[in-house]
């Protein structure tokens, strides 16, 4: 199985600051027809999860472009420009490359 | 709009069985694989299995195998996860997603195995 591995697993972030948390996958995401299904979602509190990005930096609909996706391999990063009070939750890795899929542990964004 | 309306969750004792449900609506349901997701209370994400378009393709987690089965009705528009053999960590909100980026979720049922 593929393991997916987040830092921070905490971050509080003072509004308008930045943030950035790290995703580190066991093996390559990089699927045979070469593609990299490597997802972000961010899930506010009492909420279901919600796509921001797909294959590392594919915007979903409706997304803030404060948000950014980057890496490729093995190492991803989810960016936040400018953190707003709306962006409080928790944030998690996916991997779609292979079966199981499997997400990263979380990473909590919270205001300092 | 795509929606996805999970039901079926509820408690049960260890051991039984229950079937979950998720109406899908707003998109072509039988052009797209499904997923169940779980979240047991307070802790992350968990994928619990996968089911292609046209119902001949199953993916499972260990944690489940042998024990869940995922199917599909896509003349109802209708997911489905038929739980047995339930142990207390099972008891976790149950998600449906739309594959295969899981770009839409439901709001999730409440399964809660308990004596």
């Known amino acids: 199985d593929i393991v997916m591995t987040q830092t921070p697993l905490s971050s509080p972030v003072i509004l308008g600051q930045p943030a950035s948390i790290s995703c580190r996958s066991s093996q390559s995401l990089v699927h045979s027809n070469g593609n990299t299904y490597l997802s972000w979602l961010q899930q506010r509190p009492g909420q279901p999860p919600r796509l921001l990005f797909y294959k590392i930096s594919n915007r979903f609909s409706g997304v803030p472009d404060r948000f950014s996706g980057s890496g490729a391999g093995t190492d991803f990063t989810l960016r936040i420009s400018r953190v707003e009070a709306e962006d409080v939750g928790v944030y998690y890795c996916?991997?779609?490359?292979?079966?199981?899929?499997?997400f990263g542990q979380g990473t909590k964004v919270e205001i300092k | 709009e795509v929606l996805l309306l999970e039901s079926g969750g509820g408690l049960v004792q260890p051991g039984g069985s229950l079937r979950l449900s998720c109406a899908a609506s707003?998109?072509?349901?039988?052009?797209?694989?499904m997923s169940w997701v779980r979240q047991a209370p307070g802790k992350g994400l968990e994928w619990v299995s996968t089911i292609s378009e046209t119902g001949g393709g199953t993916h499972y987690a260990d944690s489940v195998k042998g024990r869940f089965t995922i199917s599909r009705d896509n003349s109802k528009n209708t997911l489905y996860l038929e739980m047995n053999s339930l142990r207390a960590e099972d008891t976790a909100l149950y998600y449906c997603?739309?594959?295969?980026?899981?770009?839409?979720w439901g709001q999730g049922t409440l399964v809660t195995v308990s004596s």
């Open positions: 707003g998109f072509t349901f039988s052009n797209f694989a």
């Open positions: 996916m991997q779609a490359t292979s079966f199981p899929r499997t």
């Open positions: 997603a739309r594959e295969f980026i899981l770009d839409y």
